[in-house]
């Protein structure tokens, strides 16, 4: 169960002192997780595949808020945090305002147990699990707020070369051999990287070299 979404700073009726086009966010929690929905207001054009890029804005906020909190993470393209090879964070976006924005939902496993953690179905782990000890979910979700801010103002200022090498640096299972996913299709083969537009470098064993910038993917290691 979660609470009723509530407005967290400088959101909701109350917005002295907040810039012009900043973003707000409403936060629905609960005891154990962290589960929050940031609309994207400032004025950002967008050229370069903009799924991708905030997809990626997001990931790499959640991974240096999870390094303050001494956890080494990885980003499973396109939208997943990975935590010792586990899952600890979801990202979802989706268009608004007739395409003028970006809504972003972003879930973080944080006081979740071990017992919890297993009813998920998949590999799954919490900042609790890794450190032992239960973090306040308000502190951990303005780390990624000011994360995010920065974040944003880099690529603003930069373009995509603020955030793609970063993105790189955090790839998971990059150079391993696995196999891919996408759509009703399965490839074998390694992950190369990212593009210069965010999107995955895959060399299939069988088709080479594939650029893949959308679709259903999971990635598993071949029997």
Not at 79 to 108: H, P, Q, R, W, Y
Not at 189 to 198: D, F, K, M, S, T
């Amino acid at each position: 169960m979660s609470d009723a979404p509530r407005p967290w700073a400088g959101c909701g009726d109350d917005k002295k002192g907040e810039p012009a086009g900043a973003p707000f966010l409403f936060n629905s929690r609960s005891p154990t997780g962290l589960g929050n929905q940031l609309l994207v207001g400032r004025g950002m054009e967008l050229r370069v595949r903009p799924l991708l890029v905030v997809l990626g804005l997001a990931a790499l906020a959640v991974v240096r808020t999870l390094s303050a909190y001494g956890l080494s993470a990885l980003i499973k393209w396109p939208n997943d945090v990975l935590v010792a090879g586990a899952k600890i964070c979801g990202i979802l976006c989706e268009t608004a305002g007739n395409d003028a924005a970006m809504v972003v939902g972003i879930g973080v496993n944080i006081n979740s147990s071990q017992g919890e953690l297993a009813d998920v179905g998949q590999p799954a782990t919490s900042v609790l699990a890794q450190t032992g000890r239960e973090i306040c979910p308000e502190g951990f979700l303005k780390k990624i707020l000011d994360e995010l801010a920065a974040l944003f103002d880099q690529f603003e200022r930069l373009g995509l070369a603020a955030i793609i090498d970063p993105l790189r640096h955090y790839l998971a299972y990059k150079g391993e051999r696995i196999s891919l996913a996408v759509s009703d299709r399965i490839h074998d083969g390694r992950i190369v990287g990212l593009n210069e537009e965010g999107a995955l470098l895959f060399e299939c064993e069988r088709d080479g070299l594939l650029t893949v910038s959308s679709g259903e993917m999971s990635v598993r290691r071949p029997g």
